[in-house]
């Protein structure tokens, strides 16, 4: 996990594409917030996986979202319910279960639904957000935090260094 947070600073950084890091943070909400208990999960997991995307930042936003979904799950199970009772879609909702192995994506459930239709509907404001705090971070917080006293003492630290280590091995 630490090579995958220094991979992510080092992507906040470099030249790469502000895009990459913002469409991968984004993916790795939309996929934080799901259960990860369905075929559903996996399929947009492994998909990703093909996409031109910072994979750090994307896994890193996988592991912090799932660890605070939790408080989201009433909110995605009324969404998803909601969603699910509509009365027009009922007839497209069963017999999409008539399909084989769709039912294993159990998008029947109202939490998968509620947090599927939640990361979709912030995935756009969200990139917007994450690309200009990116662009941000390039411009106005790197070339501080580099010169400053408190940066320094840091590096002095045994972790912080570990992680300067591996960063310039990569180099």
């Avoid at 990860?36 to 399929?43: D, E, I, P, R, Y």
């Avoid at 990361?119 to 010169?147: E, M, N, Q, S």
């Avoid at 300067?164 to 180099?171: K, P, V």
């Amino acid at each position: 996990m630490l090579k995958a947070f220094v991979k992510f600073l080092q992507a906040l950084n470099s030249n790469r594409n502000p895009s990459e890091v913002a469409n991968a943070l984004c993916m790795g909400i939309l996929l934080g917030f799901m259960p990860k208990t369905n075929a559903l999960w996996f399929v947009i997991f492994i998909f990703f996986f093909f996409v031109r995307i910072n994979k750090p930042a994307y896994l890193i936003m996988i592991a912090l979202m799932s660890q605070l979904t939790w408080l989201l799950d009433p909110l995605f199970d009324d969404i998803g319910y909601k969603i699910l009772t509509i009365p027009g879609l009922a007839n497209f909702f069963g017999n999409l279960l008539e399909v084989p192995f769709v039912g294993l994506t159990k998008f029947n459930n109202s939490i998968v639904m509620g947090s599927l239709v939640c990361g979709l509907a912030l995935y756009i404001p969200l990139f917007i957000c994450f690309r200009y705090l990116v662009l941000l971070w390039r411009k106005k917080v790197t070339p501080k935090l580099g010169d400053s006293a408190v940066m320094k003492v840091m590096q002095k630290l045994p972790l912080i260094g570990k992680i300067i280590d591996i960063a310039a091995e990569r180099l």
